[in-house]
């Protein structure tokens, strides 16, 4: 899959049929070439030209490395590596290894600034062609003013002609040929073709004595189309800016713990398990979880909540986010790419580089429009000269179809709104996996939220206990639930470590998934759990009804306890809502989309929950294993489902639904498996995901009108004879940077 915007080929190949050398090779075949990691190494060390060959050939033997060049006289070593076989840490080991110290130069971002060599090349040819040009253009207005001056000469304008088509335009012939030779056709095999007919049917009327010219054509053909990629650099480096953003998040250096000293390094050089000190105001340089110290943090560039994080011993701490007071030290877990932040990133940029269904159309189109348009070109001439016999206006109409007809703006339609609207979504704390998921998210009419740590905090706590012992049945239901991690059961055990309460040692502990649990204390059958359970297990809580219906009507969770089949009493669970539940349900209700709630609640209490937040539709009493076939069954039903979670147990039905949206928030698992992933945990970004979804592919159906109503409309005006070559010049440059510029205004969404 190749990208044309971030101008990057993802492959999937079999590695006992093909390897790296094989690919870049066709790529070659084609006529482009593979840019590869690059890095610059400072030496220390080296005296001689032998020490430099030592060293040279040190990088060179090693593989992963296609190309290692050291320069004695500035100590520096430049290196083309393969990143995937090997890393500049890698290479750094290489040097000191042949006897000599290396370190990383610090410097811009290799494809920034190859980007930015572009431009200023292109800016420069742009001028050059505008100098020379300029004189040409003045020419034809003096030649139809009626005035003859020196420019009106054929050979001045051949001299002031040649550096522009072929100084100027070489970067065409130059496209052209390499086009040509991979098998295809691309806009410069137009853009050659039209100006080289021009200008070459110029210089036979010089030789012939025919005073009749088209230099200036060719010329200004050339320079519109230069000022056209000028602006479409410029705004193509602009749309890649949410990641450099999130670059410039890193850390740059991290003081470390070692042999009981603090020493500060660079960040690429931090191990997993090394303990790291944070001062008050500084970033937090990797992921790892705090040992000694207390401290609140600002994480906002995370989860874009301003008010800063109490953290405290055993907490998780993010690198890249900020130290708002308190001095503390942490175990690093996680280094390198397989930090947070770094994941965030890879994550945006898979999604900027991925397409959407729609641009497979744009890619036939293109792959067959520079050979029709030639057919269609050759045809204008041979209509025309049969028509009037007149070989120049044949000539002009054939060269308006060439040069009105380049396919730039198709190419470009679909990946520059991608990466904005992708850019400006992750900018928001919401991160879209792919061009695809932005696709699909404007067709969802049927949004379905997991309840616990959905809708509701996830945190529960105990509300009423209802027995003659409150605390012996608190003490009986906390070390049965002592062993289980189901947030209800962390909450009844809380409530016993507040109210000091010393818990037994159990036995035989089962989680009976959707109904409860089993346990054995001093030889006691112990059951905690659900009407189900008890109706399961033949348990009579017919003296417990009333209280039941009652706490399921407020919307709490009856857990009812049991002991040698007999009920001692009943523990009243609630979950707080969310503060953005509400607002968020009546928002997407108001676009139009069908909600509903699953949950494994009994239906009392999940109705009840449900009406508070005005969800219509609700799935209740659901065993976890059962999310994903209640989601197919959904589908199978006509609609276009998003499933909206948090738990493991979420994962299956985020991935069987249309769009699955994990509350970042939650675990590691769903947000896997999810398409989208809510970094806030807010509700209301799913309403801003999808509303900026279907900005985003308004914004690619308006680019992609765009460029075919262009084409559309023009090549039949130049077959007509309607459009001059140097107004279809200035039409192909406007389009390009027309659409490009059209994805830009995504970057104003509100």
């Given amino acids: 899959m190749v990208n044309l915007l971030s101008e990057k080929a993802t492959v999937e190949y079999d590695e006992n049929i093909l390897d790296i050398e094989d690919i870049k090779k066709k790529v070659d075949d084609a006529g482009y070439s593979i840019l590869n990691d690059k890095v610059t190494l400072n030496i220390k060390g080296m005296s001689c030209a032998a020490c430099s060959t030592r060293v040279e050939k040190a990088l060179n033997k090693n593989e992963g490395v296609y190309n290692a060049k050291v320069n004695l006289v500035t100590n520096k070593a430049t290196i083309e590596y393969n990143g995937d076989e090997v ?12 006897g000599y110290d290396a370190y990383k130069e610090d410097g811009k971002d290799h494809e920034k600034k190859l980007r930015e060599d572009e431009v200023k090349k292109l800016k420069k040819l742009f001028i050059i062609s505008v100098i020379f040009s300029a004189p040409l253009l003045s020419s034809m207005f003096f030649h139809m ?86 602006f479409e650099a410029i705004a193509k480096g602009k749309t890649s800016e949410a990641i450099k953003k999130l670059m410039g998040l890193k850390a740059k250096t991290a003081r470390v713990l070692r042999d009981n000293e603090e020493i500060d390094i660079s960040i690429e050089d931090v191990l997993v398990g090394d303990i790291v000190i944070v001062r008050p ?86 792959g067959i429009f520079v050979p029709t348009v030639m057919v269609i070109s050759l045809l204008t ?162 003296n417990y009804d009333k209280d039941i219906l009652r706490l399921e009507h407020e919307g709490k969770t009856a857990m009812i306890l049991s002991i040698d089949k007999e009920v001692k009493g009943i523990i009243a669970v609630a979950d707080t809502l969310k503060k953005s539940s509400k607002n968020a349900i009546e928002k997407i209700k108001n676009m139009g989309l069908d909600v509903y709630m699953i949950t494994g609640d009994n239906e009392r209490t999940a109705n009840e929950i449900a009406r508070k937040v005005g969800i219509d539709h609700v799935i209740a009493e659901v065993l976890p294993e059962d999310k994903e076939s209640k989601i197919r069954k959904l589908k199978e039903s006509g609609k276009k489902v998003s499933m909206v979670g948090d738990g493991i147990n979420d994962a299956p039905a985020l991935v069987a639904s249309d769009i699955g949206f994990a509350i970042g928030t939650g675990t590691d698992v769903a947000i896997e498996a999810a398409d ?75």
């Fill in 281 to 366: 105001g500084e970033k937090i340089p990797v992921d790892g979880l705090m040992i000694e110290g207390n401290s609140s943090v600002d994480e906002s560039m995370l989860t874009g909540e301003s008010i800063p994080v109490d953290k405290n011993v055993g907490d998780e701490v993010i690198g890249s986010t900020i130290n708002k007071h308190g001095t503390f030290k942490f175990k690093a877990t996680k280094v390198g790419k397989d930090t947070a932040l770094a994941q965030i990133i890879k994550l945006v940029e898979n999604a900027q580089e991925s397409k959407a269904p729609v641009q497979r159309l744009a890619d036939k189109i293109s």
């Fill in 676 to 750: 989208v992933t809510l970094m806030k945990g807010d509700l209301e970004d799913i309403v801003k995901a999808l509303d900026l979804s279907k900005k985003t592919m308004k914004t690619i159906k308006q680019n992609l009108f765009w460029a075919f109503g262009y084409n559309t409309a023009g090549i039949p005006l130049a077959f007509l004879g309607f459009l001059n070559p140097m107004i279809a010049g200035a039409a192909m440059a406007f389009s390009s940077v027309s659409v490009v510029t059209n994805s830009l205004r995504l970057k104003r969404y509100k």
């Fill in 87 to 98: 890393t500049f840490k890698d290479l750094i080991k290489v040097v000191k290894n042949a």
């Fill in 145 to 230: 003013a009626g005035f003859k001056t020196i420019l009106s000469n054929g050979y001045v304008q051949l001299i002031l002609a040649t550096p522009v088509q072929f100084f100027v335009g070489f970067r065409f012939y130059k496209g052209a040929y390499k086009s040509l030779k991979g098998g295809g056709a691309n806009m410069d095999v137009l853009v050659s073709l039209g100006t080289s007919a021009a200008y070459f049917y110029s210089i036979y009327n010089v030789i012939e004595g025919i005073n009749q010219f088209y230099f200036e054509s060719s010329a200004v053909i050339i320079t519109l189309v230069l000022l056209g990629k000028t």
């Fill in 381 to 542: 001439f041979i209509i025309w000269y049969l028509v009037n016999g007149d070989i120049t206006y044949s000539l002009i109409n054939s060269v308006s179809v060439l040069v009105i007809a380049c396919p730039c703006a198709l190419g470009l339609a679909t990946p520059t709104a991608i990466m904005v609207g992708t850019g400006k979504a992750a900018e928001e704390g919401i991160l879209i996996k792919g061009g695809e998921h932005l696709e699909k998210s404007q067709n969802i009419d049927t949004i379905v939220f997991d309840k616990t740590g959905t809708i509701t905090e996830g945190e529960p706590k105990v509300t009423d206990i209802i027995a003659k012992d409150e605390r012996e049945v608190l003490k009986l239901a906390a070390s049965c639930e002592k062993n289980s991690e189901h947030p209800l059961g962390v909450s009844i055990v809380n409530e016993a470590k507040n109210r000091n309460i010393d818990l037994e040692e159990t036995n035989d502990f089962k989680a009976i998934p959707g109904h409860g649990i089993y346990a054995k204390i001093d030889n006691k059958d112990i059951y905690l759990g659900n009407r189900k359970l008890m109706k399961d297990k033949s348990i009579n809580i017919a």
